[in-house]
């Protein structure tokens, strides 16, 4: 079922810099006229999100991934295109949204719950769970103009859980916080997809995109650049954005939180960095933890041109590491007839926190494979040709 249709969506900021372009906006408000001239920031939107669907709007700052998001709230209006909408919405958008400031975070919790036609028991039972959830102690009784940006984010949050809205709308929202209300999020938003809700999500961790969502779309100067599955399109963006050389290696980071320590890369128990094809490659990977946590790995390999080849996570394969005699935590992983194409390539291997939320650090291998051959690509694909 659709849930929510953009078509040739634009929108246009009018210039305010002076007085009389000031005055221009404001008529051309009043009189309903369209803005012909100003910031041209989102051009001929197109989107479909059926229910059930999970999709990541991504791209770099300023292409305009809130400014949709608030046209989809309802927060703002297209300078031209059309919207429909079959659904009700929670949206949490920028800090605060939503929440009189001057109110505590309990009365602002009993109106979010009459807005949502609560009433009686069934409010007061869900006010309750709203505060637990929220878990910001006395500062429930506060006003809202007193707490931090991820007081507010808990308090929005907690509405959301109890409210679950058919279209779900988040930016940035797992950006604030601590890692243990991230984690509370991102358990919460897996279980309400699972329910068959409907996320649209704007987020800068590709970890979290690619965690939560099926569908992407990556935005670039307010325009669509690129739609799809998720791994294609943000593999894409990253590609885009990375620049290898600015990428801090295991050697710059900082020692007294979790990084991975080393990585070797083994050919029959012995270290290589020139590997013919078609090798069985095992890889060790030493971690170094500051406490008796765990934190998981991500392994990718990206050509020398830094498109990405391959990528993994320890979670995917509830991997345990096992701790060396010099405390070190290894992770080994296997890579029985690696079918990489000869030339060369990167090994990037990235620490995680123990909640495996967010990455750390990046710690790099170069790589060739040698060995001939007239096929094309990163990789070798078994073809079967009559
Ligand atoms: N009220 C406004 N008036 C004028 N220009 C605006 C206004 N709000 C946003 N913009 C401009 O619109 C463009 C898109 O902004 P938007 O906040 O949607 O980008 P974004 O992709 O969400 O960026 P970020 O990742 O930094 O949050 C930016 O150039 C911004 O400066």
């Known amino acids: 079922m659709k849930l929510l249709q953009l078509k040739h969506i634009n929108k246009i900021y009018p210039h305010v810099a002076n007085n009389k372009q000031r005055v221009r906006g404001m008529l051309n408000i009043l009189f309903n006229r369209q803005e012909a001239s100003g910031a041209h920031v989102l051009k001929d939107i197109d989107l479909t999100v059926n229910q059930g669907e999970s999709l990541a709007i991504i791209g770099h700052n300023g292409a305009g991934k809130s400014t949709l998001l608030k046209i989809i709230s309802g927060v703002i209006q297209p300078t031209s295109g059309k919207l429909s909408i079959d659904c009700g919405i929670g949206a949490l958008l920028e800090l605060g949204s939503g929440f009189d400031p001057e109110y505590s975070g309990i009365d ?6 009459a807005m949502a036609g609560l009433t009686g ?14 878990d910001i102690g006395d500062y429930i009784n506060e006003p809202v ?35 243990g209300f991230q984690l509370k999020c991102l358990n919460w938003i897996d279980q309400y997809l699972s329910d068959g809700g409907t996320l649209l999500l704007v ?16 935005l670039d100067h307010g325009a669509v650049k690129l739609a799809g599955d998720v791994f294609t399109v943000s593999q894409a963006y990253q590609a885009s954005i990375t620049d290898p050389a600015k990428l801090p290696s295991g050697a710059e980071v900082n020692r007294s939180t979790y ?3 080393d990585a070797h890369i083994l050919v029959n128990d012995e270290q290589h960095e020139r590997l013919p094809f078609n090798s069985d490659v095992e890889l060790l990977v030493q971690v170094y933890t500051p406490d008796e946590q765990i934190p998981g790995i991500c392994f990718g390999i990206a050509t020398q041109q830094d498109q990405p080849v391959y990528g993994t996570y320890s979670e995917l394969h509830q991997a345990r590491p096992v701790r ?4 070190l935590l290894e992770y080994r992983i296997s890579l029985p007839g690696l079918k990489l194409l000869p030339g060369h390539y990167e090994f990037k291997f990235h620490c995680m926190t123990p ?3 967010q990455m750390i650090d990046t710690f790099k291998k170069m790589v060739q494979i040698t060995g001939e051959s007239r096929e094309h690509g990163p990789v070798q694909i078994e073809t079967r040709w009559q």
């Open 108 to 113: 602002n919790l009993k109106m979010a719950a």
């Open 121 to 134: 028991e069934v409010a007061k039972t869900k006010i309750h769970r709203m505060i637990e959830f929220a």
């Open 145 to 179: 103009k007193n707490y931090s940006s991820g007081m507010v984010v808990r308090l929005g949050f907690s509405v959301i859980t109890e409210t679950k809205p058919e279209l779900l709308i988040t930016d940035e929202i797992l950006a604030v916080g601590d890692e």
């Open 203 to 218: 987020s800068h961790s590709i970890y979290h995109v690619q965690k939560l969502c099926r569908k992407a779309i990556w």
């Open 259 to 261: 990084h991975i320590y």
């Open 324 to 327: 060396n005699t010099d405390g």
């Open 355 to 357: 909640e495996n939320i």
